[in-house]
């Protein structure tokens, strides 16, 4: 087991906003978290990659218990995030953004560059925008860039959040056939999602969130063809199609 | 009045410190006493004192306490940071030197000038400078207070460096001469304190006092309930400004010669430092504030715990002080760091002003991924059907007539006419075109990053639209404040829940109904018919709206601690307290589990019932599809779809473009 | 004329040179945190005292020349830089950082920067009295040539030079080197900077370390230049540095070294119109202007934006 999160409790002052949430992700799947606005989904993830204090519960990433270990240590135990909005620092190139992906990696500096080559692959527009500010891309390029980035940590495990936000429908679909490429390539994948059916199609695995509680999970393929599912988060009311 | 009477009499106050809500809560008869033994000890106790001490009694400590109440309008009311507040003292006493001496005006004569004088300075001061940053602010006055002191040191007329002597006392009154004795002007400082303390209460609990406390807690949201917050910002500058003038006038009546050095910036620090060490906001606090701050230094010059003190400091510092007030300064300024990282709010704190200084933390954003209780949740909707059946059988004051809805004529409520909003070179939305008739549920959705949120913005006057209009009830109303707007007749929620967390759900709903008021500070300080009609009929409806939205049992209930369900039916419940004629709700299902939903739906529906049109920005599309009488589609910034749900479902482009399954058909 | 204009023009750069390595450090400060730094003048003052008693244990007592001035300047300017920043270091763990951790509001924090600056004020007061300390003479104070009859001195283009490349290094460390990128990502977005492995402690420290060595160097000069020292001698150059970085745009490197520059001349043309006695309040008057017209600044606020 990759990561494991057991009975994890988070509180926004005083109100809850996670209530107790187990779940796994095994090595080399893709698992997805999909909810109404709300629901707790970045919450998870924040709290996962560190950046939000736990109240009560575990979280263990490859074994080790890893709740209150700073963001930044995580990331050099192979945690990466792109985060919701993607997180450009709009006054950084391309390139500058990509290396702060490899901040902490100062004594790896071959297996950056090879990882730089394997990002330049997988998002050619990077390599040609690379000089250009990360404030002056495109909605979908800035999502290139996002996992890009979270890539260049050498992960393994990635974390995206809501990828498909504010994209067109091409460009949805050409962001989740990267996705799967990279798990393909063996970086295991926890995917938040508000576009459900694209997350549940190409997920391994689903848990679905609502108001900070787990209340289903099973393999995708079965919530997609789940009428409560359809019906709460496939806009199941908007006719079959 | 019982105890629970008066608990509940504390608690309505909204805004209470822990020393009123003891008040409030003590029998009649303890309350007089305690009320008569202070006086007694206020008024009686400098007589025994000797010359010196009463000397000292009048200055520094009145003068701090009057100063420092001043000073608590504009940091603990209003929340402005002023690192100048000695140039309004400046001002005063200059005023009324430059009077007596050169124009040989009556010293008396002089006070309501003196006051004046630095009221409008307060204005002059803050018509340029308050529309800026908090922390630029401080700065700004900062300046100020030197520019002040500097232009006394260069203007002949004033004295120069040398300042004013030979300020003429003032005449005796009622058989008391103002000479050189002390205690003639302790008391008459006690009468300035009293209607001080008079002014700074009256307006607390009134509609200033509710504004003040909102732009704190929010600006951007108290602006969209219709606060004027400029105007109301400038009142607090006003008010402790003119505070300053008055004690400026006690003091050059008094002590008879100023010059500029009678107000360096030290000054300022030293009455913010009490205000801080006390409590921002607290009355109570900041009068025990600055008492300590004036008396204690004095009380120790003498004292051998004073000289132990200071011999610990010289051996620590390497300095010769022989007393403790040289290093008085030093203290007040360990102090500030001392109360901000250990107790920010103060000795003596206001609630409210405790639970926003204390744990801002990520809770700033209220909202983001919070939950309900289920069980509450349960309650209030089990409640809610409660009420509205209730309503339905007899004629409770909760009717839906009682909804403040506000007149409008003609079909078409809100139009907006091809509004294109660009940020830079970004066009987050594109020619969109929406009409929306009287009595609708308009729906509103599209993909997150569509441009939803952003008609909402234009609408309430957050942004200003590129191009295009947009008309309420035939009225154009582009590119107006959002006060205004929310004047004009439309109330907006919002997608992150902006209550303003500190205060009880009842002071939120306050807030609202303030929108339709008019009593200002003249109004609420003289206690005119209007305002205190206002502020029956203003509690009565907020009440009620609290019970028409489900959640009245919790009005006395800081808004931060209700649930997520109960935040979203709150800032509703606010939002029509403005009395719209159209209300905008942004995403008011997200985050809530299919039981609040139902209930949200049910609300929806009463509200529009009871007259109101509403605008619904939703991504839940079972909620829109069965509650909507009308839906607009938007992708990337265009309208690219509008009609009745049914239509909607089956539009091509819908499904592509929202559910973005097309090109991936499977 | 002519000639005066052009003497007040350089006694402005001068002047102005000083406010600018002050303002780099509330820029830099205001960038990462967004928060003004009041107590920054009195890391300035740090450095102005740890300047004068590095030349007297140095024994400087009369002017120096060649080799024995070359490292006699080097040795005052690194004590003041060393002290003022580690000076920075200690306000920001003892009185910052428990605030940051609370996430304390904007005005919690202010208030903790000016009862930290009374306090080092007063500290240094009550140590060394309330009465200006004068400084030994190390530079020979002559003129080195002129521009249009503008007398232009040795200790004038030592603190014109030697501001302009500190300033220089400063913008190349935080736009070339890993930490510089670390500061500008925390600056843009802290909390995806941790995401990306950066320290937020780390780089807020180092944000203060880089505004202490600056205004410590800004001490040493201004000594050098004043010869005078003072427990407050630090609040008028402070707030005219903020001015400069405000009118440069706050959390903007090479803003702050222009603003600096241009209020310097601002207010040195502004006294010789109106009377030197006026020229504090001229620069107030700039700072309400800007703030009021273009509260952003000449340059544009947020640290790094402007190059990229």
């Known amino acids: 087991m990759l990561l494991e999160l057991a009975d994890v409790v988070v509180h926004y002052g005083k109100v809850q906003a996670l209530k107790g949430i187990s779940l796994t992700v095994e090595q080399g799947e893709i698992v997805t978290l999909i909810g109404g606005n709300g629901a707790g989904k970045s919450t998870t993830l924040k709290t996962i990659s560190g950046l939000r204090p736990v109240t009560s519960g575990r979280i263990r990433f490859e074994g080790k218990d890893i709740v209150g270990t700073p963001a930044h240590t995580l990331v050099e135990h192979g945690l990466a995030q792109a985060p919701e909005g993607r997180g450009i620092f709009p006054g950084m190139s391309v390139m500058e953004n990509l290396e702060m992906g490899a901040y902490t990696r100062t004594k790896a500096p071959k297996a950056v560059a090879a990882d730089l080559a394997r990002v330049f692959d997988l998002f050619p527009r990077l390599q040609e925008r690379r000089k250009q500010p990360g404030g002056t891309l495109s909605g979908g390029e800035q999502q290139m860039l996002a996992i890009g980035r979270a890539l260049m940590t050498g992960p393994k495990l990635l974390l995206l959040d809501e990828p498909s936000m504010g994209l067109a429908p091409k460009l949805v679909a050409q962001i989740f056939d990267i996705v799967t490429e990279i798990n393909r390539q063996g970086t295991t994948i926890l995917l938040v999602e508000q576009n459900a059916a694209q997350a549940l199609r190409r997920a391994h695995r689903a848990y679905v969130l609502e108001t900070g509680r787990i209340v289903r999970s099973d393999a995708a393929a079965a919530l997609l063809d789940d009428d409560s599912v359809r019906a709460a988060y496939l806009g199941g009311d908007v006719g079959e199609r | 009045m019982s105890l629970a009477a008066r608990a509940a009499a504390a608690r309505r106050v909204g805004v209470i410190d822990p020393v009123s809500r003891w008040w409030v809560r003590q029998h009649r008869l303890l309350r007089w006493a305690v009320a008569a033994v202070g006086l007694l000890v206020v008024l009686g106790w400098p007589l025994l004192l000797s010359r010196y001490s009463q000397t000292i009694l009048f200055f520094p400590v009145a003068v701090y306490v009057l100063l420092a109440l001043g000073l608590n309008v504009v940091v603990g009311s209003a929340g402005l940071l002023d690192l100048g507040y000695v140039a309004f003292f400046a001002v005063g006493a200059y005023t009324t030197a430059s009077l007596t001496t050169s124009h040989h005006w009556a010293t008396w004569a002089t006070l309501p000038v003196a006051v004046l004088v630095a009221l409008v300075a307060g204005v002059v001061l803050g018509a340029p400078t308050l529309r800026l940053r908090g922390d630029y602010l401080a700065i700004v006055t900062l300046g100020f207070g030197e520019i002040v002191r500097i232009v006394a040191q260069n203007t002949d007329s004033l004295g120069g460096p040398r300042g004013i002597n030979n300020i003429p006392h003032p005449a005796s009154v009622g058989g008391v001469d103002f000479e050189l004795l002390p205690l003639p002007y302790y008391y008459l400082a006690l009468v300035a304190l009293g209607v001080t303390l008079f002014v700074v209460t009256r307006l607390r609990d009134a509609r200033v006092g509710r504004s003040w406390a909102a732009v704190r807690e929010d600006e951007d949201a108290a602006e969209a309930m219709g606060v004027h917050t400029f105007t109301m910002k400038l009142w607090a500058f006003a008010i402790g400004a003119s505070v300053g003038g008055l004690a400026g006038w006690l003091y050059a009546?008094?002590?008879?010669?100023?010059?500029?050095?009678?107000?360096?910036?030290?000054?300022?620090?030293?009455?913010?430092?009490?205000?801080?060490?006390?409590?921002?906001?607290?009355?109570?606090?900041?009068?025990?504030?600055?008492?300590?701050?004036?008396?204690?230094?004095?009380?120790?010059?003498?004292?051998?715990?004073?000289?132990?003190?200071?011999?610990?400091?010289?051996?620590?510092?390497?300095?010769?002080?022989?007393?403790?007030?040289?290093?008085?300064?030093?203290?007040?300024?360990?102090?500030?760091?001392?109360?901000?990282?250990?107790?920010?709010?103060?000795?003596?704190?206001?609630?409210?002003?405790?639970?926003?200084?204390?744990?801002?933390?990520?809770?700033?954003?209220?909202?983001?991924?919070?939950?309900?209780?289920?069980?509450?949740?349960?309650?209030?909707?089990?409640?809610?059907?409660?009420?509205?059946?209730?309503?339905?059988?007899?004629?409770?004051?909760?009717?839906?007539?009682?909804?403040?809805?506000?007149?409008?004529?003609?079909?078409?409520?809100?139009?907006?006419?091809?509004?294109?909003?660009?940020?830079?070179?970004?066009?987050?939305?594109?020619?969109?075109?929406?009409?929306?008739?009287?009595?609708?549920?308009?729906?509103?959705?599209?993909?997150?990053?569509?441009?939803?949120?952003?008609?909402?913005?234009?609408?309430?006057?957050?942004?200003?639209?590129?191009?295009?209009?947009?008309?309420?009830?035939?009225?154009?109303?582009?590119?107006?404040?959002?006060?205004?707007?929310?004047?004009?007749?439309?109330?907006?929620?919002?997608?992150?829940?902006?209550?303003?967390?500190?205060?009880?759900?009842?002071?939120?709903?306050?807030?609202?109904?303030?929108?339709?008021?008019?009593?200002?500070?003249?109004?609420?300080?003289?206690?005119?018919?209007?305002?205190?009609?206002?502020?029956?009929?203003?509690?009565?409806?907020?009440?009620?709206?609290?019970?028409?939205?489900?959640?009245?049992?919790?009005?006395?209930?800081?808004?931060?601690?209700?649930?997520?369900?109960?935040?979203?039916?709150?800032?509703?419940?606010?939002?029509?307290?403005?009395?719209?004629?159209?209300?905008?709700?942004?995403?008011?299902?997200?985050?809530?589990?299919?039981?609040?939903?139902?209930?949200?739906?049910?609300?929806?529906?009463?509200?529009?019932?009871?007259?109101?049109?509403?605008?619904?920005?939703?991504?839940?599309?079972?909620?829109?599809?069965?509650?909507?009488?009308?839906?607009?589609?938007?992708?990337?910034?265009?309208?690219?779809?509008?009609?009745?749900?049914?239509?909607?479902?089956?539009?091509?482009?819908?499904?592509?473009?929202?559910?973005?399954?097309?090109?991936?058909?499977? | 004329m002519q000639h005066q204009f052009w003497q007040v023009t350089i006694d402005g750069l001068t002047v102005g040179s000083i406010y600018a390595l002050i303002a780099l450090g509330y820029t830099m400060v205001y960038g990462v945190l967004r928060l003004i730094n009041f107590a920054h003048s009195e890391i300035f003052m740090i450095g102005v005292f740890a300047a004068l008693f590095t030349m007297h244990a140095l024994g400087v007592d009369s002017e120096r020349t060649g080799l024995a001035l070359g490292g006699t300047l080097v040795a005052v300017v690194a004590a003041a830089m060393v002290a003022s920043a580690t000076a920075a270091l200690v306000m920001e763990r003892i009185a910052y950082r428990p605030l940051r951790r609370r996430g304390a509001p904007r005005l919690a924090a202010l208030i903790t920067a000016i009862g930290v600056s009374f306090f080092l004020q007063e500290l240094f007061a009550a140590r060394y009295g309330r009465d200006y300390l004068g400084f030994p003479r190390l530079l020979k104070r002559e003129t080195l040539f002129k521009i249009f009859g503008a007398e232009v001195k040795t200790q004038m283009v030592l603190v014109i030079v030697g501001a302009v490349v500190l300033a220089i290094c400063l913008d190349r460390f935080v736009a070339g080197s890993r930490l510089g990128r670390g500061i500008r990502a925390t600056a843009q977005d802290p909390e995806t900077a941790a995401l990306m492995g950066v320290n937020i402690d780390r780089v807020v420290m180092l944000t203060f370390v880089l505004g202490g060595l600056l205004a410590g160097a800004a001490g040493a000069l201004f000594g050098i230049f004043f010869e005078l020292a003072r427990f407050d001698i630090g609040f008028l150059p402070g707030i005219k540095a903020f001015t400069a970085a405000v009118l440069g745009g706050i959390g903007n490197i090479r803003g702050a070294l222009i603003g600096g520059l241009l209020l310097g001349l601002l207010e040195n043309w502004g006294g010789t119109v109106l009377g030197g006695q006026w020229i504090d309040v001229f620069a107030f008057t700039v700072l309400v202007v800007v703030l009021m017209f273009r509260p952003t600044g000449l340059l544009g606020e947020a640290l790094g934006r402007a190059r990229a």
């Open chain 2, 253 to 666: 009546s008094k002590v008879t010669f100023i010059n500029p050095d009678t107000f360096p910036f030290t000054f300022s620090v030293i009455i913010l430092a009490a205000v801080v060490l006390g409590g921002m906001g607290s009355r109570a606090g900041v009068i025990a504030g600055a008492f300590a701050i004036a008396a204690l230094p004095e009380y120790l010059r003498d004292a051998a715990a004073g000289q132990w003190i200071t011999d610990r400091l010289n051996w620590i510092t390497g300095g010769q002080a022989r007393t403790i007030t040289e290093y008085r300064v030093l203290l007040f300024g360990a102090a500030l760091v001392a109360m901000m990282v250990f107790r920010p709010q103060g000795l003596i704190p206001s609630r409210q002003r405790a639970a926003e200084l204390v744990d801002a933390g990520p809770t700033a954003g209220l909202a983001t991924g919070g939950t309900p209780d289920e069980a509450r949740v349960e309650d209030a909707v089990e409640e809610l059907s409660e009420a509205l059946a209730t309503r339905a059988d007899d004629a409770d004051p909760v009717t839906d007539a009682a909804l403040p809805v506000a007149a409008t004529a003609g079909d078409r409520v809100l139009e907006l006419r091809e509004v294109t909003m660009a940020f830079g070179g970004v066009v987050a939305m594109s020619e969109v075109s929406l009409t929306v008739e009287r009595g609708q549920i308009f729906g509103i959705i599209g993909p997150n990053g569509a441009g939803k949120t952003t008609i909402f913005n234009c609408v309430t006057g957050v942004f200003r639209p590129t191009s295009g209009s947009v008309v309420l009830n035939g009225r154009d109303i582009t590119g107006q404040k959002p006060h205004r707007i929310t004047e004009a007749g439309i109330a907006r929620t919002f997608q992150n829940i902006r209550l303003f967390p500190n205060m009880s759900a009842l002071g939120n709903v306050l807030v609202g109904t303030d929108a339709r008021h008019r009593t200002s500070v003249p109004g609420a300080l003289l206690g005119l018919p209007r305002h205190r009609r206002e502020e029956r009929t203003g509690r009565a409806e907020a009440e009620r709206l609290l019970e028409y939205v489900g959640i009245g049992a919790h009005r006395h209930d800081v808004a931060r601690n209700l649930s997520y369900g109960d935040q979203r039916r709150l800032e509703i419940a606010r939002a029509i307290a403005t009395g719209p004629s159209i209300l905008l709700l942004d995403e008011p299902a997200a985050g809530m589990n299919p039981t609040e939903k139902r209930g949200l739906i049910d609300l929806i529906r009463q509200i529009r019932d009871s007259g109101l049109t509403v605008v619904l920005i939703e991504h839940d599309m079972g909620l829109v599809m069965s509650v909507c009488d009308r839906v607009a589609v938007l992708d990337f910034g265009q309208k690219i779809a509008e009609g009745p749900p049914a239509e909607i479902q089956q539009d091509e482009r819908v499904i592509a473009a929202y559910l973005g399954v097309a090109d991936d058909a499977s």
